[in-house]
Nanobody, 114 residues
Framework: HVQLVESGGGSVQPGGSLRLSCQTS????????MTWLRQGPGQGLSVVAS????????HYADSVSGRFTISRDNAKATLYLQMNRLEPEDSAVYYC????????RGQGTQVTVS
């Protein structure tokens, strides 16, 4: 079955950086579009970035474009999100998913910017 395990979250000051990882198993990662989503306090789930299987096509939410970079290592079946110039508004639980709907997704990793 599909397993997605996010890690790398933490607390950081505004302007700082974090790198999230998502270790996957149970499906053909190298053939799958992958997506990072986030859910802030009292907010719904929103797409942060999506990446095509061969990393040839990428989409970012306007709010993170130019600051965040999504990448993948198909040999390791792992998805990454490099987050730079973090802002308090980026505080959220971050999830990786095989779908822009957020289903299925992992348990999430908390990012706090303050």
């Amino acid at each position: 079955h599909v397993q997605l395990v996010e890690s790398g979250g933490g607390s950081v000051q505004p302007g700082g950086s974090l790198r999230l990882s998502c270790q996957t198993s149970g499906f053909t990662f190298s053939a799958a579009w992958m997506t990072w989503l986030r859910q802030g306090p009292g907010q719904g789930l929103s797409v942060v970035a999506s990446l095509s299987p061969a990393s040839t096509s990428v989409h970012y939410a306007d709010s993170v474009s130019g600051r965040f970079t999504i990448s993948r290592d198909n040999a390791k079946a792992t998805l990454y999100l490099q987050m730079n110039r973090l802002e308090p508004e980026d505080s959220a639980v971050y999830y990786c998913s095989t779908s822009r709907s957020g289903y299925p997704r992992g348990q999430g990793t908390q990012v706090t910017v303050s």
